[in-house]
C-alpha cells in the first residue's frame, strides 16, 4: 500500500519531467537540422525562338478584302420579286435511287432440318352438291407456314370441284402446324397437304 501511494504522489513530478525532456529533444532537433531551400526545375536546353524572312514573293501579297455585309432586309413589293430574290439555281440532278426492298416472297422450296408436323387439323365442311352426287376425292394443297406454324396462304395444286376447292381452303386457314426449322431457327415453307373427301370414314 506504500508503494501505490509513493506513485500517485510523485506522479504529477515524472509528468512535468516527460514534458521536459520532449521539449528539450525538440529544440534540440530544431537547432541541428538543415535548412531546406527551394530548388526550382531548370532545364538542360535552354528554350530558343528563331525567326524566318519571308521571301519578297509573299510580303507583295496583298491581303484579301473583307466580305461583303448583309443587306437588311426589305419588304417586296410583289410575289414575283420574291421569286427572283429567294429562288437560286442549284445544281441537283436528280433524286437518289433508293435500295429496293428485301424480297418478302417465300420460295416453292426452303430445306430445313426439322419438318412441320400437323397439331390442330380440322375436317372440311363435305360440299352438299358432292354429297348429293356421290363424289368422292381428294383436293391438294399447298399451304405457306410462318415461323409459328399457322397456315397464312392457300393454293389449290389439283383441283376436285369448286365446291370441294373452297371447302378445303377454307378449313386449311384455320389449321396449325409446328414450325419447320433449319439450324434450330424457325423458317417459313411451303408443306403440301392432300385432303380428301369420302362419304363413308
Do not use: H
Amino acid at each position: 500500500m506504500e508503494k501505490k501511494l509513493d506513485i500517485k504522489e510523485r506522479g504529477g513530478e515524472y509528468l512535468k519531467i516527460g514534458w521536459t525532456c520532449a521539449l528539450s529533444i525538440a529544440i534540440i532537433a530544431l537547432l541541428f537540422i538543415p535548412e531546406c531551400a527551394p530548388n526550382p526545375y531548370k532545364p538542360r536546353v535552354a528554350a530558343g525562338v528563331v525567326t524566318i524572312e519571308l521571301p519578297p514573293e509573299m510580303k507583295q501579297l496583298a491581303e484579301p478584302p473583307p466580305p461583303p455585309k448583309p443587306k437588311m432586309p426589305v419588304a417586296a413589293e410583289s410575289a414575283e420579286e420574291v421569286e427572283q430574290t429567294t429562288i437560286e439555281t442549284t445544281d441537283f440532278t436528280g433524286w437518289e435511287k433508293v435500295p429496293p426492298p428485301p424480297p418478302t416472297v417465300t420460295p416453292d422450296f426452303v430445306p430445313y432440318d426439322t419438318p412441320p408436323e400437323p397439331l390442330y387439323i380440322t375436317k372440311p365442311k363435305y360440299p352438299e352438291i358432292g354429297r348429293k352426287a356421290g363424289m368422292e376425292g381428294s383436293v391438294y394443297l399447298k399451304l405457306l407456314l410462318d415461323t409459328t406454324g399457322y397456315v397464312i396462304d392457300v393454293k389449290v395444286v389439283k383441283s376436285l370441284n369448286p365446291a370441294f376447292d373452297e371447302n378445303a381452303v377454307r378449313a386449311a386457314r384455320t389449321w396449325r402446324f409446328t414450325p419447320a426449322k433449319q439450324r434450330d431457327k424457325p423458317v417459313r415453307v411451303w408443306l403440301g397437304y392432300p385432303v380428301k373427301f369420302q362419304l363413308k370414314d
